[in-house]
């Protein structure tokens, strides 16, 4: 069983920046894919990026990309999303997720994620 838990969100201000972390235990086979969404109040669940864990590979969402960075730390077992030039807009409940069904979607889609974490809230005032 994977088990994820998120850190590191927090309140800033527009234009500012944070890290998430996702702590995750359980086989690495079964964690192959791991990614980071968001939800706003009132909105649908949104993939923000992912990483192909044994290589490395990235995909980000196209109303982050240049501003995040998704990375992983293996000998930790921590996934990050570095978010910088935040906008209020930006403001979510932050989600880790994790597969080992693919990785290669041209999309993220929460019904190809298995095991989620709790989420994070990061807030973005103006």
């Known amino acids: 069983q994977v088990q994820l838990v998120e850190s590191g969100g927090g309140s800033v201000q527009a234009g500012g920046s944070l890290r998430l972390s996702c702590a995750a235990s359980?086989?690495?086979?079964?964690?192959?894919?791991m990614g980071w969404f968001r939800q706003a109040p009132g909105k649908e669940r949104e993939g923000v990026a992912r990483i192909y864990t044994p290589a490395g590979t990235t995909y980000y969402a196209d109303s982050v990309k240049g501003r995040a960075t998704i990375s992983q730390d293996n000998a930790k077992n921590t996934l990050y999303l570095q978010m910088n030039s935040l906008k209020p807009d930006n403001t979510s409940l932050y989600y880790c997720?994790?597969?080992?069904?693919?990785?290669?979607?041209?999309?993220?889609?929460?019904?190809?994620?298995?095991?989620w974490g709790q989420g994070t809230q990061v807030t973005v005032s103006s």
């Open positions: 997720a994790a597969t080992n069904r693919g990785c290669n979607w041209p999309n993220m889609k929460t019904r190809d994620f298995d095991y």
């Open positions: 359980g086989a690495t086979y079964m964690r192959t894919c």
